[in-house]
């Protein structure tokens, strides 16, 4: 169980991250907030990367940053990963398997093999990393994160950049990683998580808003989603501040907007999405009046 109690850090007089608890057990849990929000504050703290200012998190009850044993048991991928480009990805693994003190030669290629084909590698293991794509790099950071099989891995933003495809093949790599640990990750991307996360984090300038399920998060724009069909007229005279979306169809425009009152007497109220609730829940628009 990874658990934070009071963990908070702060820069001079302001606080990265206020003081928080967190219990996160085998699974996988979802990190969003708007830029600033100090997600990767939070992650490094987790990882036993940055010393904290207050609290402290801690492993089966040891501290994250209680030496090599425990630091071990959790792998971490920062938003931007970086490795030597002319190396391939089963030497760079091999390598980071050493530096992991993995054991002997046969439980280093043991580890390489099976990290490769968790991260789907296999066939590009060989080639130099400087001819992979910025989602085979992003796959070989989380290989690196999963190498000698720890209990936590924490990724912040993983799918950043990433096209529809890969996005998926990285979401089904974490997916998996978490059938058996507990993964965190960050993202910006609420699809990357509405259907693997059972628990989400919100955080926002620092403070956690939420810790939950989807339908937790979702439940913040309760009785606040409208939706209604505008001709083309009245949409070309349409100044609406929480508008969500706009279709177009061959009769006019159907718009989807939050509020706290229907934006037009006939816009019915709708089953708000999680990403409905998360902007509820951020933007404090709960109170918005057309
Ligand atoms: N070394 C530092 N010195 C001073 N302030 C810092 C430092 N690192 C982070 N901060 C501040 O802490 C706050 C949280 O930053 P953090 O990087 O954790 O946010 P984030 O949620 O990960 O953002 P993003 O989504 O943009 O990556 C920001 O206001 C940032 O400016």
Redesign the pocket.
């Known amino acids: 169980m990874l658990t934070a109690e009071r963990l908070g850090k702060r ?1 001079k007089s ?1 606080w ?1 991250l206020y003081p928080l608890n967190l219990r996160l057990g085998p699974g996988m849990h979802g990190l969003l ?10 992650m490094r703290l987790l990882a036993g990367l940055l010393q904290p200012s207050s609290g402290d998190a801690m492993l089966d009850g040891v501290s994250v940053r209680d030496g090599r044993k425990v630091r071990s048991r959790i792998g971490y991928v920062p ?1 931007v990963f970086r490795m030597y480009p002319q190396l391939t990805a089963r030497e760079w693994l091999r390598h980071v398997a050493r530096v992991k003190g993995l054991g002997g030669r046969a439980a280093v290629e043991e580890a390489v093999e099976r990290t490769l084909q968790a991260v789907n590698l296999t066939k590009q293991a060989d080639r130099p990393a400087r001819t992979y794509s910025g989602g085979m790099i992003k796959r070989l950071g989380i290989g690196q994160a999963l190498i000698g099989s720890p209990d936590v891995v924490i990724v912040d ?1 993983p799918t950043a950049g990433l096209d529809p495809e890969e996005r998926v093949r990285l979401r089904n790599v974490l997916a998996e990683a978490a059938l058996t640990r507990t993964v965190l990750l ?1 993202t ?1 991307v609420l699809s990357d998580i509405q259907s693997s996360c059972r628990n989400l984090l919100v ?1 926002s300038e ?1 403070r956690l808003l939420y810790q939950g399920g989807p339908s937790g998060l979702a439940s913040f724009a309760d009785r606040r989603v409208w939706t209604w069909e505008a001709s083309h007229f009245e949409w070309s005279r349409l100044r609406l501040d929480g508008l969500l979306s706009a279709r177009e169809t061959s009769d006019g425009i159907i718009c989807r907007a939050l509020g706290a009152q229907p934006p037009t007497p006939y816009a019915v109220q709708a089953e708000p999405t999680m990403e409905e609730g998360y902007i509820s829940l951020i933007s404090g628009r709960q109170a918005v009046d057309f």
């Open positions: 820069y302001d990265a907030g708007p830029n600033g929000a100090g997600k990767s504050t939070l938003q933003e960050s910006h955080l620092g």
